[in-house]
């Protein structure tokens, strides 16, 4: 709170500045003025106006306030036993409220792909309607299943004599290996049901039974966690952390330090909407090399498949139905033709407004992977001021230019469906900023680093000079980075209320 955006060159004689004689203001004087009557109980001085090094300077006195942070955690990691104990709760307290067996409430959590509504409305039936009862009793989902032990039987598959055995209700008798074997052949191919072995029989292998198989109990884990919006984890390499959230928030910050949108499982994209973010990356993902062997992203876990044969329709592990051709969820309007897709011309046939995104999108991420590597070796460096000043540089920068990746994405959103390209300049002048502060931060970490015979001594900037530079650079930017987010929200709540 408290901190404002200005372009406008104040001096201590001159009440007016000549772009307000002119009756005219700049996009970030709008948001000024914009924040001065939304805050008006909120007061801070702009002092002055600065050019330096090709970059504008916003030098702001901000007043004393005292804020109220709320420190509820959202988020609550998960060990791996207690992800199988939370499933174990799911399915206890669904018992509890249904009166059903824990049998039937699994095969219906199995049956609605563990999507909450779904479950909701299934039972909400099952009390109202018995012929959808019946249904269900005839596709063996609501049933009760109970396995039976036979010391010496002989099997109806192999016809071995003098077996262990086991039967379901159905008294099909099969013996023991037979069994293992179908239950191999289900769980390596991460299905959580074994049903009985004869032929077109529906009764399944009690859950109660397939609880000794720690696969089976990480299917049903990895299922939970695919489709149950209340679980997350975190999309940073080698992290593993899951979590619980008690409500949503779009961006959340991992033990391992990465910032994530929950809801996505990507790296976080705020201020840009969940869905606006997907439509982008939809679009991005579906023209890559790799759509030309058939492979696709399912929309739902993000798992790559690759179609060998048959038709555009796929049927994911995590339960997802959807179009190799253009990743979409499947729908009627697909239904009409099973080996063309009606959407794939569109999808993969990028324009240049496209393209030119991905080139600046390959630029800020090869950007950020040198400014990563050379982190690594500032924090080798004998640790003093200078070296401070040069990793929170490095850490300011690497955020500045996730960010400038998040912009870009906007403005190509904005041009590519609205057509709309007014933001384009502040995206090309925050830019130069970055670039700007790239250039000069580079500058000096590559003088240290260098063998002392190479290292030209004109290149390098006297430390205080360099590290005022970084010191106004950093405020210039993260005040305008500010303002370019309440933009984003602005626009993105516009164009929803045009759209309802």
Request: aromatic share 12%; net charge positive.
């Amino acid at each position: 709170m408290g901190q404002v955006c200005s372009k406008r060159h104040r001096s201590q004689k001159s009440g007016l500045s000549q772009q307000e004689k002119n009756g005219k203001r700049s996009f970030i004087d709008e948001l000024i003025l914009k924040e001065k009557i939304g805050k008006s109980s909120v007061k801070a001085d702009v002092i002055k106006e600065e050019k330096e090094e090709g970059f504008r300077v916003y030098s702001i006195r901000k007043p004393r306030m005292i804020e109220i942070l709320s420190k509820q955690e959202n988020l609550k990691l998960l060990m791996q036993p207690e992800l199988y104990q939370e499933l174990q709760k799911k399915l206890l307290n669904e018992q509890i409220n249904t009166k059903e067996s824990i049998q039937i409430v699994l095969n219906i959590f199995i049956y609605c792909n563990f999507q909450a509504e779904k479950i909701k409305n299934c039972f909400n039936l099952l009390n109202a309607n018995n012929d959808y009862k019946e249904d269900l009793k005839q596709i063996g989902i609501y049933r009760d299943s109970s396995l039976k032990y036979y010391k010496s039987q002989s099997c109806l598959l192999c016809l071995s004599e003098n077996m262990e055995c086991y039967s379901l209700k159905c008294q099909h008798i099969f013996c023991k290996d037979c069994w293992n074997q179908m239950i191999e052949i289900q769980l390596s191919n991460f299905i959580p049901i074994v049903k009985c072995l004869e032929y077109k029989c529906l009764e399944r292998l009690p859950h109660t039974f397939l609880e000794q198989y720690q696969s089976y109990k990480d299917i049903l884990v990895k299922r939970m966690l695919d489709n149950d919006q209340n679980f997350t984890w975190c999309p940073g390499f080698l992290c593993q952390n899951i979590y619980k959230q008690e409500y949503f928030k779009q961006k959340q910050k991992c033990h391992c330090g990465l910032k994530f949108c929950p809801k996505c499982k990507t790296e976080n994209h705020y201020p840009i909407t969940c869905d606006i973010y997907q439509e982008i990356t939809q679009f991005q993902e579906s023209y890559q090399s790799w759509t030309r062997l058939d492979i696709s992203a399912c929309p739902n876990c993000k798992r790559y498949i690759q179609k060998i044969q048959g038709c555009m329709q796929i049927s994911c592990i995590c339960g997802k139905d959807f179009c190799i051709k253009c990743s979409q969820s499947w729908n009627p309007e697909h239904g009409q033709d099973f080996y063309n897709c009606p959407f794939s011309a569109h999808i993969k046939n990028p324009s240049q407004i496209f393209n030119n995104m991905c080139q600046n999108e390959s630029k800020i991420q090869k950007n950020i992977c040198q400014l990563e590597y050379y982190q690594k070796l500032i924090n080798q460096q004998q640790q003093d001021e200078y070296t401070y000043i040069l990793r929170r540089g490095l850490n300011n920068l690497i955020k500045f230019q996730k960010f400038e990746k998040i912009f870009l994405y906007y403005t190509y959103y904005l041009n590519e469906k609205f057509g709309e390209n007014g933001f384009d300049h502040y995206y090309q002048q925050y830019s130069l900023e970055i670039q700007n502060y790239y250039r000069i931060l580079l500058k000096q970490i590559q003088a240290i680093l260098v063998d002392d015979q190479k290292n030209e001594k004109n290149e390098m900037i006297d430390f205080n000079i360099f590290k005022n530079q970084l010191f106004q650079m950093d405020k210039n930017l993260s005040t305008q980075k500010q303002c370019f987010k309440k933009y984003i929200i602005q626009n993105q709540q516009e164009k929803q209320q045009n759209i309802n």
